[in-house]
């Protein structure tokens, strides 16, 4: 899975939000051009700020707990507001939280030197990358 120092072109989300894929790409003189694309799959939640020129960094396993806390997010309030989440049954934060890791689903933060802050909670992740010849793109 090739990320460091990427740029994010852009990111979809398909599949009626269970699925979102980043678009990556690796543009950088005198070195052939990459293009990464990172899919999570079986997507129950996700939080980005996407402010544009986004240079990933990092995407790694954290834990649901801290990827809420980091982003000063109350997941219950959220999922009331905005109508409801996967696996919800008024339960508490905690409680939540719990039965989302027993459902074998995994948080992957998302960090980046500029332009982007997020989180994907889902049940897997794949990554297919491509590589183009730098005097092929002029």
Same mark, same amino acid.
């Given at each position: 899975?090739?990320?460091? $120092?990427?740029?994010? !072109?852009?990111?979809?989300?398909? $599949?009626?939000?269970? &699925?979102?894929?980043?678009?990556?790409?690796?543009?950088?003189?005198?070195?052939?051009?990459?293009?990464? @694309?990172?899919r999570f799959n079986e997507v129950i939640f996700y939080h980005f700020i996407h402010l544009g020129g986004?240079?990933?960094?990092?995407?790694?396993?954290?834990?649901?707990?801290?990827?809420?806390?980091?982003?000063? #997010?109350?997941?219950?309030?959220?999922?009331?507001?905005?109508?409801?989440?996967?696996?919800?049954? !008024?339960? $508490?934060?905690?409680?939540?939280?719990?039965?989302?890791?027993?459902?074998?689903? @995994? &948080?992957?933060? #998302?960090?980046?030197?500029?332009?982007? @802050?997020?989180?994907?909670?889902?049940?897997?992740?794949?990554?297919?990358?491509?590589?183009?010849?730098?005097?092929?793109?002029?």
């Amino acid at each position: 899975m090739q990320y460091h $120092d990427y740029h994010l !072109r852009g990111y979809s989300v398909s $599949d009626f939000g269970s &699925t979102i894929t980043l678009d990556l790409i690796y543009d950088y003189p005198e070195t052939p051009i990459k293009f990464s @694309s990172i899919r999570f799959n079986e997507v129950i939640f996700y939080h980005f700020i996407h402010l544009g020129g986004t240079i990933i960094t990092d995407i790694f396993k954290t834990s649901l707990k801290e990827a809420l806390n980091e982003n000063n #997010i109350d997941l219950i309030k959220l999922s009331n507001f905005l109508g409801g989440l996967k696996l919800h049954e !008024r339960e $508490d934060e905690n409680s939540l939280i719990l039965k989302i890791e027993k459902e074998n689903y @995994s &948080t992957w933060a #998302i960090e980046s030197a500029i332009g982007f @802050s997020g989180f994907v909670v889902c049940q897997s992740i794949d990554a297919s990358e491509t590589e183009q010849d730098a005097a092929a793109n002029p």
